[in-house]
T-cell receptor
Framework: NAGVMQNPRHLVRRRGQEARLRCSPM?????VYWYRQLPEEGLKFMVY????????ESGMPKERFSAEFPKEGPSILRIQQVVRGDSAAYFC???????????FGDGTRLSIL | EDQVTQSPEALRLQEGESSSLNCSYT??????LFWYRQDPGKGPEFLFT???AGEEKEKERLKATLTKKESFLHITAPKPEDSATYLC???????????????FGKGTKLTVNP
């Protein structure tokens, strides 16, 4: 079952360190999306990418956060100099094209000490 | 700004007791309304997409309906394995190359007791 694969499932970082979250989309899917889920809150959109292009990053904080989806390999969400408020579940989704349903991975739970 | 409000926040049912979950939305040009199911520690699992008012979709004990302002997820004769958080999301129409982002509600946590 080649679903959306995210790793690691759990990541612990100390304040000031970097966090790198990886996402491999479903086979045949060229659109990747990142969402963040804070405790007691809904899923919030962060960024939408296609191969080698960022299409919409309107939900991503301007500082410390970046995302890429290279020609080869998984999509990466990178958080530099993490702070306690970055603790959350980060979900990746993929879809085969415009307007098609997005399918989600099981997320990376990021904890900041 | 696009908004999605789900009610109730939590719902407890006895096995076999049918009910409905509500999703009210405000969006400038609806492309699609999506229902997902999320189990603890897991990612959202896609259930349905509805594109236009009057449309209905069914899957096992679940049926989703759509009007111009809201969507309902009807659960008929639920079983304990239907216990989960049900999420509703909307996607707006954009010109080519525009965003495909989903705007989610906070979900309804459904518990079905045996």
């Amino acid at each position: 079952n080649a679903g959306v694969m995210q790793n690691p499932r759990h990541l612990v970082r100390r304040r000031g360190q970097e966090a790198r979250l990886r996402c491999s989309p479903m086979k045949g899917h060229s659109h990747v999306y990142w969402y963040r889920q804070l405790p007691e809150e809904g899923l919030k959109f962060m960024v939408y990418l296609q191969k080698e292009n960022i299409i919409d990053e309107s939900g991503m904080p301007k500082e410390r956060f970046s995302a890429e989806f290279p020609k080869e390999g998984p999509s990466i969400l990178r958080i530099q100099q993490v702070v306690r408020g970055d603790s959350a579940a980060y979900f990746c989704a993929s879809s085969p094209g415009t307007g098609r349903p997005q399918h989600f991975g099981d997320g990376t739970r990021l904890s900041i000490l | 700004e696009d908004q999605v409000t789900q009610s109730p926040e939590a719902l407890r049912l006895q096995e076999g007791e049918s009910s409905s979950l509500n999703c009210s939305y405000t969006v400038s040009g609806l492309r699609g309304l999506f229902w997902y199911r999320q189990d603890p520690g897991k990612g959202p699992e896609f259930l349905f997409t509805l594109y236009s008012a009057g449309e209905e979709k069914e899957k096992e004990r679940l049926k989703a309906t759509l009007t111009k302002k809201e969507s309902f997820l009807h659960i008929t004769a639920p079983k304990p394995e239907d216990s989960a958080t049900y999420l509703c999301a909307v996607q707006r129409f954009h010109t080519q190359g525009g965003s495909e982002k989903l705007v989610f509600g906070k979900g309804t946590k459904l518990t079905v007791n045996p």
